[in-house]
């Protein structure tokens, strides 16, 4: 339909370093999916008896807000995968000092069997000597399973079980040691390291990536990193002074070199899509050549995930609906995308739902249109699957969890009020997703929301369930290890400790002609704010503007962004945007404009006037505060 040629060129371009061109198949049809929970321990809000759990081990809690709690990867024999979990209420005497408490990473059984004890869960944390685990943080975050079968990522942590596989009964608490994670940042290596987010173990299990934010001039500025993973039995410098991973050989994934999305040209503004800039990094491709990343828009107010290959820099755009999306895992074979989508809600729409705009504004706008996807703790995510191709005419993946009644609160499959979470994850025969999800609680409903609070029909009203997706035609597949990827990205910056964060560029302040590829212009007006330290506002007036010949953009949009703390952002928006041709769309703002604030710690939405997007026979309103 709409912007089929500017997404099969980005495709194309994708496949560009490649000796021929693949043509872009016709998408895949809908393929039959079986969904399933998983189970998990008990659930108590007071003392963990052994009326509610015989066996002794343990319970856990409800996980409002699905805080406590993610579910993480497969191991790779494929019938387990490894979860956070909360446990809570230790058992009444005779047994108080219950193992069973607390922040810990357990196993679940996929395949509807049980460990020797009977439970279908085993904890692998719990217990562990205080000696076994020196130095370790208290971080919990998107567990993963090493190849071996023996190790595991938890937060920044690594859980080893020696020679013991983790399932096996013989990996006891004992035997199990946990050892932290440590990026020097200091030229003398001392001090406690720096500060690691979003931290994924690359396929090969000896390369690591990970993210972490600076606040710089008030704003925060994220960039990704590239590390290998070496242990170091007797560390003689930096905290925590114990048996270690240190990351070394550590690139960050940005280089001056790289051209940045906007340069200027003269008097004319040059945009540059598929820029490889990572700032949140997502993971990893499933033969580990690529790294994924929330990148720069190549649409206005639409954030997409992409791919920059490792060894050369050249980018995919994975994804395009209008929609936002971030949680994301390849397919073990690169042929699939799994992503936690807002696409299907209309959250966005308001924003985005007009394609092919250019991301002019989004030099100042990305923070405001990247937070609307939460209320709160509240996700408006579903799970979907895209094949590698990416989103393309009237394709835009296969919803994974479609199936069910779909009325609010009644806990079916595709229940509304339970919101997908990060990260879905691939099994290792490709036939599998494992996800999770929470449902909406107060106060992202109740109270001043004008949205109600839907009660959970969960075992003890539990607000988090962990889902097992199976692809029933799909026939498993056995891949070889993927070998240990090269240290060095040769387009990035190799870190040096102690160095200052990059600044990433930006178009100087002044009025600068954007060229339409098919025809016409924009003008587009830069701001500074008053200490020249950013940009303050974008102007763009369009005329007959067209990237690809068959829409035409007409109309003025601006937008200008002030914040009164590095994390409160507040946006003065107005647009009269018309687009002509094979699809008809406008966005407007209200009289007197748009005023939106948001806090991007916390997501609570507040806006006065309104902006509206219609799109042929659809109109989409921005949604009601507080909800
Ligand atoms: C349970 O965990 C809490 C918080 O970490 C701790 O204070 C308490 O001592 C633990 N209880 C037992 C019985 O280990
Ligand atoms: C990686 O780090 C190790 C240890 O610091 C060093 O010996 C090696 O030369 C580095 N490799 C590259 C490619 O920089
Ligand atoms: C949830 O349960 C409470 C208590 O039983 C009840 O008052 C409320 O109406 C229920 N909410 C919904 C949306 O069913
Ligand atoms: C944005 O447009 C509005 C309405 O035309 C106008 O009042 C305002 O001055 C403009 N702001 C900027 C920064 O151009
Ligand atoms: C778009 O508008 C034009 C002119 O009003 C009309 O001819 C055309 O049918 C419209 N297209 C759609 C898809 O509604
Ligand atoms: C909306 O208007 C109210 C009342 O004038 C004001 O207090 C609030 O700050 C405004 N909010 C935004 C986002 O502009």
Redesign the pocket.
């Known amino acids: 339909m709409r912007f089929v040629e500017l997404i099969a060129a980005a495709a194309l371009g994708a496949l560009h370093a490649q000796p021929t061109i693949a043509a872009v198949p016709n998408p895949p049809a809908p393929e039959p999916v079986e969904i399933i929970e998983l189970p998990l321990p008990p659930v108590t809000t007071d003392s963990c008896t052994p009326d509610i759990n015989p066996r002794g081990t343990g319970c856990i809690n409800q996980g409002i807000y699905g805080e406590g709690f993610q579910s993480g990867s497969f191991l790779p024999d494929g019938r387990h995968i490894v979860a956070y979990v909360t446990f809570t209420g230790a058992p009444d005497a005779p047994n108080p000092a219950s193992i069973y408490n607390g922040s810990q990473i357990i196993l679940i059984k996929t395949d509807g069997t049980s460990f020797p004890n009977g439970d279908p869960w085993k904890c692998v944390t719990c217990g562990v000597p205080a000696e076994n685990s020196q130095g370790t943080s208290d971080t919990w975050d998107y567990p993963h399973a090493f190849q071996d079968g023996k190790r595991l990522l938890f937060g920044t942590n690594i859980a080893d079980c020696g020679e013991y596989s983790l399932i096996d009964s013989e990996c006891t608490p004992e035997r199990l040691f946990i050892y932290p994670i440590r990026w020097n940042v200091t030229p003398d290596g001392s001090g406690a390291g720096g500060a690691i987010r979003e931290q994924r173990i690359h396929p090969d299990n000896v390369h690591f990536g990970f993210s972490s934010f600076e606040i710089t001039n008030g704003a925060i500025s994220q960039f990704g990193y590239f590390s290998r993973l070496q242990f170091n039995p007797s560390p003689t410098t930096g905290e925590p002074l114990v048996p270690r991973y240190d990351l070394v050989n550590v690139t960050t994934l940005y280089s001056p070199e790289v051209t940045p999305p906007w340069t200027v040209d003269g008097d004319q503004i040059v945009f540059n899509p598929l820029t490889n800039i990572v700032g949140e990094l997502r993971g990893f491709s499933g033969r580990g050549g690529e790294v994924t990343y929330i990148g720069y828009s190549t649409e206005s107010c639409n954030i997409d995930l992409y791919a920059a290959e490792l060894a050369t820099g050249s980018v995919r755009r994975l994804t395009a609906h209008p929609e936002y999306a971030d949680p994301v895992d390849i397919s073990p074979d690169d042929q699939w995308t799994a992503v936690m989508d807002t696409r299907g809600s209309d959250r966005d729409m308001f924003m985005a739902g007009m394609r092919g705009v250019p991301p002019l504004i989004d030099m100042v706008a990305t923070t405001v249109a990247s937070s609307v996807r939460n209320n709160h703790q509240r996700r408006f995510f579903q799970l979907y699957i895209i094949d590698r191709y990416g989103d393309r005419g009237d394709y835009f993946g296969q919803k994974v969890n479609a199936a069910g009644s779909g009325v609010a609160g009644s806990g079916a499959i595709n229940d509304p009020e339970w919101n997908g979470r990060a990260d879905p994850r691939w099994s290792p025969d490709g036939t599998q997703l494992a996800y999770w999800q929470d449902i909406t609680a107060s106060p992202a409903c109740g109270g001043v929301n004008p949205l109600p609070c839907p009660n959970s029909t969960e075992p003890g009203g539990r607000y988090v369930r962990f889902m097992l997706a199976t692809f029933t035609s799909r026939k498993p597949y056995t891949l070889p290890r993927v070998e240990p990827v090269s240290d060095v990205v040769p387009w990035g910056t190799p870190y040096v400790p102690g160095a200052t964060v990059p600044t990433l560029p930006r178009i100087p302040e002044g009025t600068y002609t954007l060229v339409g590829t098919a025809s016409g212009s924009a003008k587009v007006?830069i701001?500074d704010n008053t200490d020249a330290s950013s940009i303050?506002?974008?102007?763009v007036q369009h005329t007959d503007y067209s990237d690809d010949g068959i829409n035409f953009l007409n109309g003025?949009?601006?937008?200008?962004r002030s914040n009164p703390s590095y994390t409160l952002e507040i946006g003065?928006w107005?647009s009269?945007l018309v687009q002509t041709g094979e699809t008809n769309s406008t966005k407007k703002t209200s009289p007197g404009?748009f005023h939106v604030s948001i806090d991007t710690f916390v997501n609570i939405f507040e806006a006065n006037g309104t902006l509206t997007t219609t799109v042929d026979d659809n109109v989409y309103l921005q949604p009601l505060n507080y909800s």
């Open positions: 007006t701001t303050k506002s974008v102007a003025y949009e601006n937008y200008t003065e107005y009269d404009g």
